[in-house]
């Protein structure tokens, strides 16, 4: 027990790791925020191209079905080596001399992507027909439809299980250093080396947890007054 | 204006869903400042009729003229059609997430190019008119549903159309908001407002209507004056359909 709480926590250990986690952890948050803005966008834009009316627009639909597909199916751990370690081996001018940072986005944006257009999409389709309907006899044209009253509606929904999402991406980001990314746990790690001690890991959790919390409590409070709000509509 | 001076014309229209043919050669024709009344039981296609008429359905054979032209084939710009034609639905549909004033200005400003300034003002004048000028920055859940409807009457009009369509806009209303609609209606019927209108309120029908078409599975079964549809029917189904309402007490 004692050498137990010495490896893990020793007062010590824990603290002499902090800085040196924390070089690594920045790297995290700048995956993160660089992949969530990304997939916010490219997101969107799969999931309105999912949505195109019309038997021309077909081969297009399909690619993104294809993409969903394929990428919600795929560990993330598997596409990062396969960006991180394949693309540089093709030996091509611009994809293959990007940083191992750059591969580490790519590969959470492919993943993360593709859940993401499924949550777009529940949320356009929870739009009643009927909106779309007084909107195009307004005269409003397909794309002022989706622009002006289709989104606007649907992406509200759709907030908490977004941002539930992306407390996934930002756990995940952590993956990423088994490409060889410096990140918070690949400095945890060198730490446990150089130390003979746990305590690397336990800070990087820490931090890891730190960053959830307000993520997760904020919408946990998001649904909440929803609810509160619906109820009140009812009543 | 257009052939042979009618404002709408209907010819030979047919429109199915699947097997279930919904209309069936509808000829029918409204002139300028008309106001036609559609009447029949639930189900006989009086909305889908309406929805014909501005392109929310394809119709499946005949044609539709609408101030001179001809809607149902060749190329037809259906957004600059359906500016023209404003329609009223029976669950207002207006949009949730924008105040009153938003609802009634996105149309005008996207569809019409006019600018911010221009749009408000001009929607602040349709509010005044039916006197929700202090509502203007309410969301549509936070008024009665007889508000509610006026407003979504107000932003079909807002687009400054020729033709008004409306779908049994009061059925969805409590019967002490019913007036308040209906006298909308009635104040637009006077202005000369070219409307067709769906409804089972009969009484105002025979109030507004020039004309009153009467439809049974998709045919119009008997149209006329409504003094003579309501006093005086031809057809046996449009009298039945009547004694079926009078018993109800809805005539
Ligand atoms: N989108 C659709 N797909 C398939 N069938 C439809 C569709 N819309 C309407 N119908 C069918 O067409 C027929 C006519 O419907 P419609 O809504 O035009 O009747 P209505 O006269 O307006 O009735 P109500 O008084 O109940 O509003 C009905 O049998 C209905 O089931
Ligand atoms: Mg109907």
Known sequence: ?235 | MTENGHFVTLAGVSKRFGNNEVLHTIDLSVDLHQVVCLIGASGSGKSTLLRCLNLLEPVDAGTIVIDGQTITNGPVDVNVLRRKIGIVFQAFNLFPHMTVLQNITLAPRKARGLTKAQADAEARELLDRIGLVDKANEFPDRLSGGQQQRVAIVRALAMEPKLMLLDEITSALDPQLVSEVLNLVRELAQTGMTMILATHEMSFAQEVADKVCFLDAGVICEEGPPQQIFTAPKEPRTREFLSRIIEAGRL
């Open chain 1, 1 to 235: 027990m004692g050498r137990f709480l010495h490896a893990f926590f020793s007062p010590l250990g824990l603290r002499r790791a902090v800085p040196q986690v924390w070089d690594g952890f920045q790297t995290n948050i700048k995956l993160m925020v660089v992949a969530e803005v990304l997939v916010l966008a490219l997101a969107l834009l799969i999931a309105i191209v999912r949505g195109l009316p019309g038997r021309s627009t077909f081969p297009l639909r399909a690619l993104a079905i294809a993409y969903t597909d394929f990428f919600r199916g795929t560990p993330l751990i598997l596409v990062a080596y396969v960006t991180a370690l394949g693309l540089p081996s093709l030996q091509l001018s611009f994809v293959s001399n990007q940083s191992l940072f750059v591969y580490g986005v790519l590969s959470l944006t492919l993943v993360y992507t593709a859940y993401v257009t499924e949550v777009y999409r529940a949320g356009i389709e929870s739009v009643h027909p009927s909106q779309r309907m007084a909107a195009r006899s307004l005269g409003l044209n397909y794309a002022q439809t989706l622009r002006y009253v289709i989104l606007p509606q649907a992406i509200r929904r759709v907030v908490p299980p977004l941002l539930n999402d992306f407390i996934g991406l930002q756990k995940d980001t952590a993956i990423i250093t088994v490409v060889g990314v410096t990140e918070a746990l690949a400095q945890a790690g060198f730490y446990s080396n150089d130390f003979f001690s746990y305590a690397g890991y336990m800070v990087a959790a820490i931090f890891f947890v730190l960053l959830t919390i307000p993520f997760a409590r904020f919408t946990d409070n998001l649904i909440k007054q929803r609810e509160r709000r619906e109820r009140a509509q009812l009543a």
